[in-house]
């Protein structure tokens, strides 16, 4: 092949008065796809607390604990310090209680904030189904 | 002249992962090289041990951030095989469309970071800048950058839409002119073709002996690409070529991959154009009879193995992972020798080295006698803990 010298430099001068490719983040921000993989939010009322989202995130990040037996009112704690955004949760729930949500800019200042607590009573099968009839 | 001994790393600014190198030089040429691993170490495969298969999907992504498919596709297909399921078409038609995008992705980053090494710093900036191309679009189709986590056992989780296929179809096009440019410059700008041409070299012979794998072997001149010895997935039903050079240099492994980077794009857009239509997956057991297998897939650096051994329960009993850059290491002692100091950062980025997904065991050698031996936590614990306890008191 023949070699040609600073076969460079004609691309070089193009991009002298191309536009940036990059955008002036924090003041504009490039939008993210519509399925983008953000943060696992909870829809309560469609929970019937089979714990499958539990037992397969890989992070461990899902907490159900029982408040109350008889009233059946549980907490679920999403930990979003720990969440690894896989959405394992969201395929894993049979009744699409989970979502993620687009949210990207996360970052604060403990880890303690990321935590999201939901408490909620229980929707028996019964309910869900009179609900939807 | 006198020989003497340089060390390099495990930290050190020409390494961008912690590895020790020991150079014996004479001069500046490099007589002898030795490599040490164990710096980056994470206990992937014992952690594997205590999660389940579902979970695991995830964890075997985060061997590797760059061929995080790879490693999930090796490892549902060893899965997959033990459960004796058969993945719709359409769901490994995707999982094909996802590695080649990967493999793309990761091609443009490499070509990025040998004209880094190499000192051609614009072109390593118009790669990477044409490089967010792929990336944007591997994030419609799997909502993430980096961690695509497209892959489940029995198919993949995602389908893809008529306006994803407009997009994607879109990307190749553009990105197929500029590698076309890539090519063109890379291999006509003289002073980039001499600072990399006869560098690093790695005789035919000397590669197959040495069990090199990937672009490496195949810029050594020979065409070995488990995408055409052991199909898996759809390959064997896609047209495209291995690439091979024959210069058996840093210059040939520019050469394979950006030959590679063409063939991609074709096999993208056969992808694309091919798609049947039907299922994405198949619903998978939980647990797994019992039974061993092996997983091999072509990731961009090369062959990649995964092994799993069930036992029946809903978690492996042994998952062992053997990643390109581990077989690459031989031969990069052979590329090594008399060469030059001044080459080492460039003949080590050209196996485009993965370091921490490499590491799988910590070996211990006792510095006074020399002693190697690879231990449990409790020995270590019983050995040195229980000696620095006997010491002080
Ligand atoms: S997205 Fe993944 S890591 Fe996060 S809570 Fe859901 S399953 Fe767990
Ligand atoms: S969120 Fe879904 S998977 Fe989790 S406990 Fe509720 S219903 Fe079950």
Redesign the pocket.
């Known amino acids: 092949m023949k070699l040609k010298p600073a076969a460079f430099i004609p691309e070089l001068l193009r991009h002298i008065f191309k536009k940036p490719a990059t955008v002036r983040y924090p003041f504009e921000k490039l939008k993210v796809p519509d399925d983008f993989r953000g943060t696992p939010v909870?829809k309560p009322e469609l929970?019937?607390?089979?714990?499958?989202?539990?037992r397969d995130c890989p992070a461990f990040a899902i907490e159900?604990t029982t408040l109350s037996e008889e009233e059946k009112k549980y907490k679920m704690t999403i930990h979003n310090d720990r969440c690894i955004h896989c959405a394992q949760?969201v395929e894993?729930?049979?009744?699409k209680?989970?979502f993620m949500d687009t949210e990207f800019e996360i970052a604060t200042d403990s880890r303690l904030k990321l935590k999201a607590e939901y408490i909620y009573s229980r929707q028996k099968k019964t309910d869900q189904k009179s609900q939807q009839t | 002249m006198k020989k003497i001994t340089i060390p390099i790393g495990p930290q050190h600014p020409a390494l961008k992962e912690p590895i020790s190198l020991r150079m014996t030089i004479e001069g500046e040429v490099i007589k002898d090289a030795d490599i040490r691993l164990g710096y980056n170490h994470r206990g992937i495969e014992k952690l594997a041990e205590s999660k389940t298969y579902i979970q695991n999907i995830y964890l075997m992504e985060r061997i590797c951030g760059i061929c995080s498919h790879s490693h999930t596709t090796c490892y549902v297909q060893a899965v997959e095989a033990l459960c004796g399921l058969e993945v719709p078409k359409r769901g490994l038609y995707i999982r094909t469309l996802v590695s080649e995008l990967e493999r793309i992705h990761s091609h443009l980053l490499w070509l990025g970071v040998a004209a880094h090494e190499a000192g051609f710093d614009s072109l390593f900036m118009y790669t990477w800048r044409d490089r967010e191309v792929v990336m944007d679009l591997l994030e419609i189709i799997s909502g993430n950058r980096v961690h695509y986590a497209i892959n489940t056992i029995g198919g993949v989780r995602r389908d893809i839409s008529e306006q994803q296929k407009e997009k994607i179809l879109e990307g190749i096009e553009f990105l197929r002119k500029r590698t076309e440019y890539y090519t063109n410059l890379g291999t006509t700008e003289p002073t980039f073709v001499a600072r990399i041409s006869g560098v690093g070299k790695l005789p035919k012979e000397k590669a197959i002996e040495l069990c090199a794998v990937g672009p490496t072997l195949r810029a050594s001149d020979v065409a070995s690409d488990i995408r055409k010895d052991d199909p898996y997935a759809v390959y064997d039903e896609i047209p495209f070529d291995v690439c091979t050079a024959d210069t058996c240099d840093v210059l040939g492994r520019v050469v394979v991959r950006v030959k590679e980077l063409i063939e991609s794009y074709k096999i993208v857009e056969f992808v694309i154009k091919n798609l049947p239509a039907g299922e994405i997956k198949i619903k998978a057991p939980r647990k797994v009879p019992e039974g061993e297998t092996v997983s091999r897939y072509e990731a961009p650096r090369g062959e990649n193995i995964h092994y799993v051994k069930s036992n029946g329960t809903d978690k492996p009993e042994r998952l062992k992972v053997r990643a390109p850059t581990l077989a690459n290491y031989p031969a990069t002692i052979e590329m090594l020798k008399n060469g030059f100091v001044a080459d080492i950062p460039l003949i080590f980025a050209a196996i485009d080295p993965c370091i921490c997904c490499a590491e799988r065991v910590v070996e211990l050698i006792d510095v006074k006698s020399g002693r190697s031996d690879i231990m449990t936590f409790s020995e270590i614990k019983r050995k040195y803990f229980c000696e620095k306890k006997r010491e002080t008191l």
């Open positions: 909870l929970c019937i607390v089979c714990r499958s989202c539990v159900i949760c894993s729930c049979p009744t209680a989970l």
